[in-house]
């Protein structure tokens, strides 16, 4: 049997929550095979990052030579990059490859609002890698700090997403995770603005959130879906993770990948 397939290239997160972890069962969930590339080893829980190993760039790219020259995917989603040199590397693996689809989030800003990266990175990340995407899916920090704007309304994300996508000239979906009025996602194509409807579901256990979304966008997008159906559904599922309301951990615990054990056929449509 031939499956779609999802190439993740990020971090791992030894607590399960986030990064590769969280990106293999997303993918998996949705019906996908998902393989991987390591970008950084991080020692993690839910109350904090306690160390971070990074992969160094000429394995980064032997891992990428090895994915794409036996299973090649279906779709790519890229996640925690940890230095300018490994994004020049996944970068120039990509331009070899040419994958069909996509699919970066900019691990740029924490939930707490903490930069996450130096602005060597930030540039390197801009001038590499979002020419490359698809979709970059940032959080309103995030898109914050890549446009200069102040972003606490409609009107503002509408606005933040033409300014990106004029300097990028990719899709964006810009997530309203940070707001507290609506939980509406928006997609901007360039020829159309979508606005994602979201259920905002009371659960401080929402660690590795961005992952999962942005994973499950790539799982939909190597399944054929349109790129606003690929993200609604995305949506649809995160939502459904953060309903379970899965405590584990004592800090800022992670989502039910499996939505607390139903194994049903929405996850394979």
Same mark, same amino acid.
């Given at each position: ?41 991080t020692a993690q829980n839910t109350t904090g990052v306690y160390g971070i ?70 540039? %390197?990340?801009? !001038?590499? =890698?979002?020419?490359?995407?698809? *979709? ?7 898109? #914050?700090? /890549? @446009? ?35 939980a509406n996602d928006l997609l901007y194509t360039g020829d159309e603005t ?11 256990n929402s660690h590795g959130t961005g992952c999962t979304l942005s994973s %499950?966008?790539? !799982?939909? =997008?190597?399944?054929?879906?349109? *790129? ?7 949506? #649809?599922? /995160? @939502? ?30």
């Amino acid at each position: 049997m031939k499956k779609k397939t999802v190439l993740t290239i990020a971090g791992s997160d030894s607590s399960g929550g986030a990064g590769i972890q969280a990106d293999i069962k997303a993918i998996t969930m949705n019906g996908v095979y998902a393989s991987s590339v390591i970008t950084a080893l991080t020692a993690q829980n839910t109350t904090g990052v306690y160390g971070i190993l990074e992969t160094p760039a000429d394995f980064i790219a032997a891992q990428m030579d090895a994915v794409f020259s036996d299973i090649f995917p279906d779709a790519v989603k890229i996640g925690m990059l940890p230095s300018p040199e490994a994004m020049e590397c996944v970068a120039a693996k990509l331009r070899q490859y040419k994958p069909e689809h996509i699919v970066l989030d900019p691990v740029m800003v924490s939930t707490s609002g903490h930069r996450l990266m130096e602005p060597e990175a930030e540039e %390197t990340l801009k !001038a590499e =890698l979002f020419p490359l995407a698809e *979709l970059i899916t940032p959080n309103i920090p995030e898109a #914050e700090v /890549l @446009t200069g704007l102040l972003i606490n309304d409609d009107s503002s994300m509408e606005h933040a997403c033409r300014e990106l996508f004029a300097r990028f000239h990719c899709a964006i979906l810009l997530k309203s995770g940070h707001r507290t009025d609506h939980a509406n996602d928006l997609l901007y194509t360039g020829d159309e603005t979508l606005w994602i409807k979201g259920e905002r579901i009371d659960n401080p256990n929402s660690h590795g959130t961005g992952c999962t979304l942005s994973s %499950t966008i790539a !799982a939909n =997008l190597a399944k054929g879906y349109s *790129l606003g159906d690929a993200v609604a559904k995305a949506k #649809e599922y /995160l @939502t459904e993770a953060l309903r379970v309301n899965l405590d584990l951990g004592n800090g800022h615990g992670p989502v039910d990948h499996a939505l607390g054990g139903q194994h049903t056929s929405y996850f394979y449509n």
